[in-house]
């Protein structure tokens, strides 16, 4: 087998770790449970599923356009843990993300089913702390 082009250009181990991160310059979020190759679908403008390439089932989405979800929505109805007395916020919910987003659009079965699945991933019910979300 081939391998990838990039293999032996950095140092130390090479490690998957099934956790969302924020890409500043997409304002999105992506998440994707396992590190293996995928096929995109995309759902509507805000949400893309990650289905295996060697199968069906859900490995990950993306979620696009984080900081409108957040300016629409507010800090309050998404944050999932914050400083008591200073009212700042510390961590979003992945799970409130996707409600969010998809109460943008009209509700048709083929958006309900996307976001369905995007829930039933192992982990859309983590939080990604506030701090990895401040935009390029």
Request: proline share 6%; net charge negative; hydrophobic share 35%.
């Amino acid at each position: 087998m081939d391998q990838h082009f990039l293999n032996g250009m950095h140092d130390g181990p090479q490690e998957f770790r099934p956790q969302p991160w924020y890409n500043p310059d997409g304002d999105c979020i992506i998440y994707q449970i396992s590190d293996e190759a995928f096929v995109a679908h995309r759902i509507d403008d805000m949400l893309t599923i990650y289905r295996s390439a060697a199968g069906d089932r859900i490995i990950g989405f993306q979620i696009k356009g984080v900081h409108a979800i957040l300016k629409k929505s507010g800090w309050e109805g998404l944050s999932t843990s914050s400083e008591i007395g200073s009212g700042r916020v510390k961590s979003v919910s992945i799970a409130a993300m996707l409600l969010a987003a998809y109460e943008e659009k009209p509700f048709t079965m083929g958006r309900r089913r996307g976001y369905a699945s995007a829930m039933q991933s192992p982990d859309s019910f983590c939080d990604i702390p506030l701090t990895e979300l401040q935009p390029a």
